[in-house]
Structure formats: C-alpha cells, structure tokens
C-alpha cells in the first residue's frame, strides 16, 4: 500500500489483558520503526526492523513487549499483562533505507484501564 | 546518548507573521536532524531534514531550518505563518544503528491567532 496502515484505531484492555497491535509498511519498504507516544509529550523508540529481523531494540522494554515482523504478514506489538502506564499512542513507521524519510501510521490509541 | 531539547511549550503567532522554533541538540558526532509535524490525531510528517552539506534547509510548505554546529541548534523558519500551520512540532536527532533511531525533543505548539 502507499501509506503505513495501523489497526486498530483504538484498543481499550483492562490492566493485566494483552494488547497486540498490528502494522502494515509500506510496499517496498525494508524498515518499520515503532514508537510509543505518551500523554501527546515526546516520542520514545522502542524498537526497529530490517524486514523480519530486529535491527534496534534499544528502546524496547525487558519484559512484557514483545515484537515481530513476519514475511507476509502486518508487524505487530505485543503486550502482556498491560499496566495502565502502558497507556499511550503507539505509532509505526516504515522506511525504504535507513536514514531516509520515515513514513508515519496515524497510530493505535492503547487505553488501559 | 543523545538529546533533544525544544525549550517553547506553546508559541503564539499572529497569521502572516513570521516564525522561528527553536531546537538545541547533544550528540557526541555529526548529527543528522529533522522537524516532523504533526496534525491532531495524526501521525508525523517530515517536514525537512539535514544530513550534511548546506546548512540551510528547505522543506515542504515553506518551512527551512538552519543548521548551527556552534550553537548545537537547528531551530525552524516559515516567514508568514498560516492558519494551517497550527499543529505540534517535533525536532529529532537520527542516531543509533545506522543513525536511524530518533530521539524526539517534548514538542512545540503552535497557535495561529487571526
């Protein structure tokens, strides 16, 4: 497709539930980054791929995220056991190369309740 | 590890009056920087990006920024602002794997009054 599509738009889960996030890049791109945007303040990088494979999972949580990048199939962010302080917009973004242009979805707001 | 520092939480600019945003940067090597807009329930969109060469920077819907290695800035232009243009800011430096992890500074809002 010729933009990065987010589903879903909204996720509510009561704290404890798992949320599973989806994403698809853009065709063509070998890159998705995904980003956790909290209370509409700075953006935090959680962790990044190079087609399949992890490329940068510097920003990723040790436990309870977890995420993967299949062939064929959307990207997807994974949380077990959600805590309200998971609570946030959740963007993904997809790039032909590094360095170049990043190309934002319009994100999945995560509620925890 | 590098930071991103947009010292403006809110600006206020009369519409077809100029505007500067201001971005101050740390990173310990030459940095790769970018301003990204972002719309209400939106995702981000590059407005321009500096790698290397010229300083100056021009960018979509006549946004530039200015590079200032001695200032450690890269702070954000549009001669006449409009209405449009209301929406939050964000400067970011590139580093990490392949500097193509971003940092992001908190953010800039910008109000249009008519």
């Known amino acids: 497709g010729e933009e990065v599509a987010q589903t879903p738009k909204h996720l509510v889960r009561g704290e404890g539930q798992k949320a599973k996030l989806y994403c698809a890049p853009i065709k063509g791109h070998s890159y998705v980054f995904w980003y956790q945007q909290v209370l509409k303040n700075e953006f935090k990088f959680l962790i990044s791929?190079?087609?399949?494979?992890?490329?940068?999972e510097t920003g990723m949580p040790k436990e309870r995220f977890s995420a993967k990048c299949l062939p064929n199939s959307p990207c997807s962010l994974e949380i077990q056991a959600t805590k309200l302080e998971d609570s946030a917009v959740y963007f993904c973004a997809s790039s032909q190369q590094t360095n170049e242009k990043l190309f934002f979805g319009s994100g999945t707001q995560l509620s925890v309740l | 590890a590098q930071s991103v520092t947009q010292p403006d939480i809110h600006i206020t600019v009369s519409e077809g009056a100029s505007l500067e945003l201001r971005c101050n940067y740390s990173?310990?090597?030459?940095?790769?920087l970018f301003w990204y807009v972002q719309s209400p329930g939106q995702g981000l969109q590059l407005l321009l990006k500096?790698?290397?060469?010229?300083?100056l920077v021009q960018g979509i819907k006549g946004f530039e920024a200015e590079f200032k290695r001695s200032q450690s800035s890269f702070n954000l232009r549009k001669p006449s602002v409009h209405w449009s243009d209301a929406a939050e800011y964000f400067c970011?430096?590139?580093?990490?794997?392949?500097?193509?992890?971003?940092?992001f500074g908190k953010g800039t809002m910008l109000l249009v009054s008519p």
């Open positions: 791929f190079q087609n399949e494979n992890v490329f940068d």
């Open positions: 990173y310990g090597a030459t940095p790769y």
């Open positions: 970011a430096v590139a580093a990490g794997s392949g500097y193509s992890t971003l940092t």
């Open positions: 500096y790698f290397s060469g010229d300083t």
